[in-house]
């Protein structure tokens, strides 16, 4: 079954870059990568998705490894605000029925 | 323009009952996804409907049923309820089928099986 392997937790300070690391070595050739954080008592936000090219937006980079079996979410410049759970999530086809495995995700602390 | 929106917020129910739980998709979505989220874990798939037809779905039984009507709002419904049904679910919507498309998620219903 595909799944994605993420650290249990990661501190980062504020103001300066954070590599949030991400392994799905069980990728299929037409699965997606996506990432989204959820801060306490809400929903999930997305920040970004990819398929094989590394993706920039107004929020952060992912950066996917060539043989696409791990990812890297990149938030250039830390925020007290960035403090989250980050998911990485894999968009898994099999047949027609394409299903969202959620990894447990990277509870990310950034101090002042 | 209506972000997503999930009725009721909070809901207790005996074990056995049946639930229905509400979301309205963001304006021009098409798509809803449902997830369950246990306390201190991470959503968890139960399905999407696409243009109002189940189009993937999660391991979950049976007895976790949904509906999305013409306007695109949903419905999920949990029959025979158990104890581990307690959790936060979470409803999403996007322009296009869920893991292609961006999501943007609702706040939530806490179910509570007693």
């Known amino acids: 079954d595909a799944k994605t392997t993420q650290p249990n937790s990661m501190e980062s300070n504020e103001e300066e870059p954070v590599h949030l690391p991400c392994n799905h070595s069980?990728?299929?050739?037409?699965?997606?990568i996506h990432w989204y954080r959820q801060l306490p008592s809400q929903g999930p936000e997305y920040v970004i998705h990819?398929?094989?090219?590394?993706v920039n937006n107004r929020m952060a980079s992912l950066a996917i490894a060539e043989d696409r079996k791990s990812s890297t979410l990149i938030l250039h410049r830390a925020t007290l605000r960035d403090a989250a759970v980050y998911y990485c999530i894999l968009s898994h086809n099999a047949g027609n029925n394409r299903k969202l495995i959620w990894g447990l995700g990277t509870s990310l602390a950034v101090n002042p | 323009e209506t972000g997503v929106t999930q009725s009721p917020t909070h809901l207790i129910k005996t074990r056995g009952q049946q639930v229905t739980l509400r979301c309205s998709s963001q304006s021009g979505h098409n798509t809803v996804s449902w997830y369950q989220q246990a306390l201190g874990q991470g959503p968890q798939f139960i399905f999407q409907?696409?243009?109002?037809?189940?189009?993937g779905r999660g391991n979950f039984p049976p007895r976790f049923s949904g509906l999305q009507f013409p306007n695109y709002s949903s419905e999920l419904n949990v029959n025979a309820l158990e104890l581990d049904d307690s959790a936060l679910y979470l409803c999403a919507s996007s322009s296009g089928l869920a893991g292609v498309y961006e999501q943007y998620f609702g706040p939530g219903t806490r179910l509570t099986v007693t």
């Open positions: 990819g398929l094989t090219s590394n």
């Open positions: 069980t990728i299929s050739g037409t699965d997606y």
């Open positions: 409907y696409y243009r109002e037809e189940e189009n």
